[in-house]
T-cell receptor, first 111, second 114 residues
């Protein structure tokens, strides 16, 4: 089974609205990462948050991590049509050297 | 620009006809990964190399093999593709020191099996 599970599976919003997606995982992690994937393309790294961090920001992106609940959230503020993509969380388990991806959230931002 | 390049971007093969997908990187990263991604699903790790050290995932079929002749290149060989092997194959790299950091992905190779 997957290490990360994402919720919701799909999200449709209007341009300018915020988009929030959540990721839950099962085992202790070294770090958690978020990636974006445009249709038919490779994945692009967005943010990495380490297990001892609780929140990180990058431009319009905000990521939180709650290790007690084994969950993370990605917030995209003031969304744009160009944010339309699939977003994946991925975890590195403690002492591991590989990334395991969750199922992803498909985000559609309507102009 | 430094990057991860996959070839071909699109590959069509016949059932049972061997296929090789290639990946090259100019990042000089220690670790190279191959992921399989089926439609609307999460990327699934097939195997990875840490330098020359090959690490196979337990559930990767024997039909899938990999070669890493040098730091820059890595190949995915599918010996006898079946219909279920139709997918996007993604190559990625990372520095691999101090725990896995950011992965750098290529644009993928989409495999169609007829």
């Amino acid at each position: 089974s997957q290490q990360g599970e994402e919720d919701p599976q799909a999200l449709s919003i209007q341009e300018g609205e915020n988009a929030t997606m959540n990721c839950s995982y099962k085992t202790s992690i070294n770090n958690l990462q978020w990636y974006r994937q445009n249709s038919g393309r490779g994945l692009v790294h967005l943010i990495l948050i380490r297990s001892n961090e609780r929140e990180k920001h990058s431009g319009r992106l905000r990521v939180t991590l709650d290790t007690s609940k084994k969950s993370s959230s990605l917030l995209i503020t003031a969304s744009r049509a160009a944010d339309t993509a699939s977003y994946f969380c991925a975890t590195v388990i403690a002492a591991g050297n590989k990334l395991t991806f969750g199922g992803g959230t498909r985000v559609l931002v309507k102009p | 620009d430094a990057m991860v390049i996959q070839n071909p971007r699109y590959q069509v093969t016949q059932f049972g006809k061997p296929v090789t997908l290639s990946c090259s990187q100019t990042l000089n990263h220690n670790v190279m990964y191959w992921y399989q991604q089926k439609s609307s699903q999460a990327p699934k790790l097939l195997f990875h190399y840490y330098d020359k050290d090959f690490n196979n995932e337990a559930d990767t079929p024997d039909n899938f093999q990999s070669r890493r002749p040098n730091t820059s290149f890595c190949f995915l060989d599918i010996r006898s593709p079946g219909l279920g092997d139709a997918a996007m194959y993604l190559c990625a790299t990372s520095r691999g020191s101090g725990g896995t950091g950011e992965l750098f992905f290529g644009e993928g190779s989409r495999l169609t099996v007829l």
